[in-house]
């Protein structure tokens, strides 16, 4: 008898370490549950990937942001202005290229693109390149590719620790793959960062020329629906039938 009790015992705790060591993720908590695969990680180089459950805490808008967001935004708000409209309104005088200054006039005006605030996922993707570098004195770019199948999703992200991302043939090539293995691609996200030690602080998220040359190819060769910049604090979402209202370099 004592060991059909002792036995049930073991069993209800064993149960209890299964049950708290499973349920990853509660209600409301913003955060990846898994480990990325690698596929590059070199110095100044990274590109991995995570395979996640597609779950609606994801999309919801970020209401506790990380500590490292966290002190990112108040070096921000300690030097410049975080509010959107002000820092568009303050770079496009101050931008050299043509494509660049007509595609921050069109996020001003709303005529293309739609700004929100940041979401949780947006966050977890600058949380990852606010660990990797400290993106106030050494502001670096992200790109992350999100793809879906069935109710997973899998999220490429990339980095070559640069101001700019450069050129996307790598990604390109391993998210072709996933797309030929029957994924989609549902948008592209970047960041755009604050300099601010220079007299164009810049942290506006309105799309380069060069994004949008990006944007369009992605879409010709990857079916990407959307293409997504954040700033850390709002988040431009750019649908694809908007990628031929920006301008892109040629
Ligand atoms: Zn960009």
């Not at 995570?50 to 779950?55: F, G, L, R, T, V």
């Not at 929100?116 to 992200?142: D, G, H, V, W, Y």
């Not at 043939?169 to 300099?195: T, Y």
């Amino acid at each position: 008898m004592f060991n059909i009790f002792k036995c049930i015992l073991i069993s209800a705790l064993l149960g209890c370490l299964l049950l708290f060591s499973c349920s990853v993720r509660t209600p409301n908590q913003c955060q990846l549950t898994t480990s990325p695969t690698i596929i590059v990680d070199r110095p100044g180089k990274i590109l991995q990937y995570w395979d996640e459950a597609n779950i609606p805490e994801l999309w919801v808008p970020l209401k506790a942001p990380s500590k490292l967001l966290s002190a990112f935004r108040k070096a921000i708000n300690n030097s410049t202005s975080r509010e959107i409209k002000t820092i568009l309104k303050n770079q496009l005088p101050l931008e050299q290229s043509l494509e660049d200054r007509q595609n921050i006039s069109l996020t001003l005006s709303g005529k293309a693109g739609t700004i929100r605030p940041i979401n949780c996922f947006e966050s977890l993707m600058l949380e990852q390149q606010l660990a990797r570098k400290p993106m106030i004195t050494e502001p670096t770019e992200f790109l992350a590719m999100v793809l879906s199948k069935g109710s997973m999703l899998r999220i490429y992200f990339y980095s070559i620790d640069q101001p700019g991302i450069g050129n996307v043939d790598e990604i390109d090539k391993i998210v072709g793959q996933a797309v030929n293995d029957g994924f989609k691609v549902i948008f592209s996200l970047h960041n755009h960062n604050f300099f601010l030690k220079k007299a164009n602080v810049q942290g506006g998220i309105a799309p380069s020329g060069n994004d949008v040359q990006v944007f369009r190819a992605q879409r010709e060769s990857l079916g990407v629906e959307k293409a997504l910049i954040t700033n850390g604090f709002d988040t431009l979402v750019i649908d694809k039938d908007e990628f031929c209202i920006f301008k892109a370099v040629e």
